[in-house]
């Protein structure tokens, strides 16, 4: 019980992804989507570092930085493609976006 | 001479610290997808990201753990906050915000952690975390991440370098007005 084990990382991340996968598929404001994803990303992170403190590499951090950018990026998007909907159609409601629905 | 390796040192202290904190990060994160009010949501979001930030120190990533808390909790959450304000009508407003068909989702997270749980347990077992004291060395690591970074991994942070530029720009001619 003393030890530190790789597990309880492990489980810990795949508990925050699994409540982001719940938000994705079961929320329709769009914003409270773009935060699960989030949570998926912060999962994945947990992962990269546990797993780069295992193996005594600095491998995990280097790339943990870099999902941080690209999750940044993805983000400041993601809200600008949010307020173009807004704009549009005055609503941030995902069942509303289905013009593509035949 | 015997070196204890700095990670197994206080492994009791650690778990302690991880199971406090992954316990908060747990409860925050369900409040995130079952409160029925956004800015709440976000607010519980800010708790995750400081639990990944805090879990980060533990695992001896202080760098990491500090540019967490800079971009997500500095930058990505007053991002959300900005997007609930220019979305919504009123703040603070308490709408239904799940789809009909949130228990389909209920199911598939519950089938998702219920597999990744049972492989997790059965590859990884009880293994410790730092193998034969593999990460004693790795205490106080940023500038083994900052010369990775700048070696090894010149040409990725180039390119995160122009995809966040490219991310700025396409932002800025989404979002603004003509």
Do not use: C
Not at chain 2, 4 to 33: C, E, H, K, W
Not at chain 2, 70 to 99: H, P, Q, S
Not at chain 2, 133 to 152: M, Y
């Amino acid at each position: 019980m003393d030890d530190v084990m790789l597990n309880q990382f492990l489980l810990l991340a795949a508990i925050l992804f699994s409540t982001g996968v719940y938000g994705v598929l079961a929320k329709k404001n769009a914003i409270l989507v773009l935060m699960s994803i989030e949570l998926i990303l912060n999962a994945v992170n947990i992962n990269l570092v546990a797993f780069g403190a295992h193996n005594g590499t600095v491998a995990g951090s280097v790339f943990a930085l870099f999902v941080i950018a690209v999750a940044a990026a993805e983000v400041g998007v993601g809200l600008a493609i949010v307020l173009l909907i807004y704009r549009n159609r005055r609503s941030v409601d995902l069942d509303d976006v289905a013009q593509m629905k035949g | 001479m015997n070196v204890t390796p700095v990670l197994a040192a206080d492994g009791f202290a650690q778990n302690l610290f991880f199971y406090a904190i992954a316990a908060g990060m747990a409860f925050s994160a369900i409040r995130v997808v079952t409160v029925k009010n956004v800015v709440h949501a976000a607010m519980y979001l800010v708790l995750v990201l400081a639990g990944v930030g805090a879990q980060f120190i533990l695992l001896a990533s202080e760098f990491v753990a500090a540019t967490q808390v800079l971009v997500y909790i500095g930058a990505v959450v007053v991002l959300v906050l900005f997007g609930v304000m220019l979305t919504r009508a009123k703040l603070g407003e308490d709408v239904n915000l799940t789809n009909d068909y949130w228990w389909l989702g209920a199911v598939s997270a519950v089938m998702v952690f219920g597999v990744m749980a049972y492989s997790l347990l059965d590859y990884y077992g009880d293994e410790p975390l730092d193998e034969a004291g593999a990460n004693s060395q790795l205490v106080g690591n940023t500038e083994q991440v900052s010369d990775a970074i700048f070696g090894q991994y010149l040409v990725p942070f180039e390119i995160i370098s122009v995809l966040l530029l490219g991310a700025l720009v396409g932002a800025i001619v989404l979002a603004r007005k003509d």
